[in-house]
């Protein structure tokens, strides 16, 4: 079974510019989530969709946005990029949401530069 | 916050076994106790997860206070494969996981 698959895998933007990344989960799973990593900040949860709609956001800027579809595939975006921005963004699926027992299972990332 | 407690670092001489402790004094009764890794370059990778009685998988063993308030992972045999950021979190229900800083393993040949 195919895991989370993440695209881009790396990809260099220049700052004001918006960047589009998107997950592919599981199959069968309906819960995806995104994380930031930064050597600064470690991992930080962006935000959290299930059957279309988010259920969790973070603690980032409106810049920051996501989405998923009826597929259960995610993307994620985020507008007017700043230098800060420059990290691995994470994509995790689950299948469901809401549960103690969740596992989830993390993809490979994709690797953003903002120069 | 979901917060875990984790030392920064430990080393292990490889192919001996090594006990990871975590401590979870804020977690509730049906949260449960997660492991996940991350080495170099990758995304984490999930351990092994459990709620109050110890567990094993072909990955490590989980043993679990009684009282829910510390919990400990064990690589029953280090390789230089395990040398990674163990995190140990617990689920609260909602997928926003809290990583914290992590232990850094390092297995020395």
């Known amino acids: 079974k195919a895991g989370v698959t993440q695209t881009p895998r790396y990809l260099i933007k220049t700052r004001g510019q918006q960047v589009t990344l998107s997950c592919s989960p599981i199959s069968g799973h309906r819960s995806v989530s995104w994380y930031q990593q930064t050597p600064g900040q470690g991992l930080q949860f962006l935000f959290e969709y299930f059957s279309e709609t988010q259920r969790n956001k973070g603690n980032f800027p409106g810049r920051f946005s996501g989405r998923q579809f009826s597929n259960s595939r995610s993307e994620m975006n985020v507008s007017t990029l700043e230098l800060g921005d420059s990290a691995l963004y994470l994509c995790?699926?689950?299948?469901?949401?809401?549960?103690?027992?969740?596992?989830?299972?993390f993809g490979e990332g994709s690797w953003l530069t903002v120069v | 916050d979901a917060k875990t407690t984790q030392p920064n670092s430990m080393e292990s001489n490889e192919e001996e076994p090594v006990h990871l402790p975590c401590n979870h004094s804020?977690?509730?009764?049906?949260?449960?106790i997660h492991w996940y890794r991350q080495l170099p370059s990758q995304g984490p990778e999930y351990v092994i997860h459990?709620?109050?009685s110890n567990v094993n998988n072909r990955m490590a063993s989980l043993a679990i206070a009684e009282d829910r308030k510390s919990s400990t992972l064990i690589l029953h045999r280090a390789t230089l494969r395990d040398a990674a950021v163990y995190y140990c979190?617990?689920?609260?229900?909602?997928?926003?996981?809290?990583f914290g800083t992590g232990t850094r393993l390092t297995v020395i040949p």
């Open positions: 979190i617990f689920q609260t229900g909602a997928n926003n996981l809290f």
């Open positions: 995790a699926s689950s299948l469901e949401a809401g549960s103690r027992r969740n596992t989830i299972y």
């Open positions: 459990g709620l109050t």
């Open positions: 804020t977690i509730s009764g049906t949260d449960y």
